[in-house]
């Protein structure tokens, strides 16, 4: 890729491992709920999340979220013991959709300037994919209890040393330049970022794909030798 005007972000076929979210409505068991871990944990997350955004976090409670979920009460809190923990729940399953997409997609792919290429593609089209969930992220975490908020900011961090472990590996390997590598790996995460929160202004005149081509050009830019 070094010397190359870099291709669209859609060239890379990168969503081939996305994910379907689960729109049934159908009234589990118990025993349904307790053998259907991750689309239990996906309707309460789903749920809770438009709860939040519709009526506020204050407004809703645990046996609310259970009810608009079709989960058991006693299932609901097996998940989730108090309303902050939802939001940790919303960081684990973006930073899970991130990771399995991404190693599915560089299993095969050795250059460092295309493996990074994929993994801003990725975490863009995640991010704007969950952007409701993000910004309920960036709205309410200030109100988070310490333990709560903790866990968000640890996930944040595994998601930079996702970006840093590519650009070590570049630098390396003597494809990208010497840089403050946790910088910019917090850098990629908010070029991503920026998308949800200033969606309202880039959305009249960028579609997401020439958004993240623009944002791409700067960070190889930034790191090519």
């Excluded at 060239?11 to 118990?30: H, P, S």
């Excluded at 202004?201 to 190889?220: G, N, S, V, W």
């Amino acid at each position: 890729m070094k010397g190359q005007e870099y291709l669209p972000f859609t060239f890379l076929g990168v969503l081939r491992g996305k994910r379907q979210m689960d729109e049934t409505k159908r009234k589990l068991t118990v025993l349904d709920q307790i053998t259907a871990a991750d689309k239990v944990r996906r309707k309460i997350i789903d749920v809770a999340s438009a709860l939040y955004a519709k009526k506020g976090f204050t407004a809703t409670s645990i046996e609310e979220i259970s009810e608009k979920a079709g989960v058991a009460l006693p299932v609901t809190y097996h998940y989730v013991k108090k309303k902050s923990e939802i939001m940790r729940l919303i960081m684990e399953d973006v930073l899970r959709i991130f990771q399995d997409s991404l190693t599915a997609e560089i299993r095969d792919v050795d250059d460092p300037e295309e493996k990074l290429a994929i993994a801003v593609i990725l975490y863009f089209r995640v991010v704007n994919q969950q952007r409701e969930k993000a910004l309920l992220i960036y709205q309410k975490s200030s109100s988070l209890d310490k333990a709560s908020r903790s866990s968000v900011m640890k996930l944040e961090v595994d998601v930079s040393k996702i970006f840093s472990k590519i650009i070590n590996e570049g630098i390396q390997r003597g494809v990208f330049k010497e840089v403050d590598v946790d910088l910019m790996a917090y850098n990629i995460i908010m070029m991503a970022h920026m998308w949800v929160l200033k969606r309202w202004h880039f959305k009249h005149r960028l579609t997401l794909e020439k958004y993240i081509d623009l944002q791409l050009a700067i960070i190889l830019d930034a790191l090519r030798k």
